[in-house]
């Protein structure tokens, strides 16, 4: 008898995460469809996993909107040059793919070298802007530190998941409609969670 209740909340809690990221990303696909509220919309996303995991609160809408509100201004200062610095970096990687010359091929392996560096430093900045009220230098400056002391840990950690992620898309497009977004922030935040409580020398709280 106490083995079938084990498994009925099991399957119960199983439920609850899977209908909580299902709607979390669904909030994230409608308030970041205009681009320009991408910014606040990814902070807001990983501010209510944080809250999720920190708060034990499960609610949704009013911790996504609640989040939205409190990161938006500090989100576009910090997040909008990452996007921009990524779909750069992107382009680069379109752009020196396509080259047939010794020239294309050596900025093409200096461009993926940057590119390795900058996801790990980028992994950390989500989390250090929903989690500290600190100065947009100050963010900045943390992310990058995170990001270059431990980017062999971070990056041996996210790569074989980001392979496994695109493959996924690729096979499956309609994934993004199933909680792919909220499950990358959940992902990034247990990579990045013990580095930034370690570094810090406090456990990660939310402002």
Known sequence: MNGQKIIVAAWYRIGVWAANFFMLNLLFLVT????????????????????WSETGDESVFFLYFSEWKRL??????????????TMILI?????????????????????????????????????????????????????????LKYWGRTTVRIAP?????????????????????????WFLYRVTRQPIAYTFNQDVTVS
Not at 32 to 51: D, F, H, Q, R
Not at 72 to 85: D, G, H, M, R
């Open 72 to 85: 938006a201004k500090k989100s576009y200062a910090v997040i909008t040059p990452t996007l921009i610095i």
């Open 32 to 51: 970041a469809a205009g681009i320009v509220t991408l910014p606040p919309s990814l902070a807001a996303m990983m501010g209510t996993i944080i809250k």
């Open 161 to 185: 998941v980001t392979l496994v992620l695109v493959a996924l898309i690729m096979v499956f497009p309609g994934i993004f409609v199933f909680g792919v977004f909220p499950i990358v922030c």
């Open 91 to 147: 382009g680069e990687w379109f752009f020196y793919g396509t080259q047939r010359s010794s020239i294309g091929v050596i900025m093409l392996g200096l461009t993926l070298s940057f590119s390795l560096v900058f996801i790990s430093i980028v992994a950390y900045i989500l989390p250090l802007v929903v989690c500290y009220d600190w100065t947009i230098f100050q963010l900045v400056q943390s992310a990058i530190y995170l990001g």
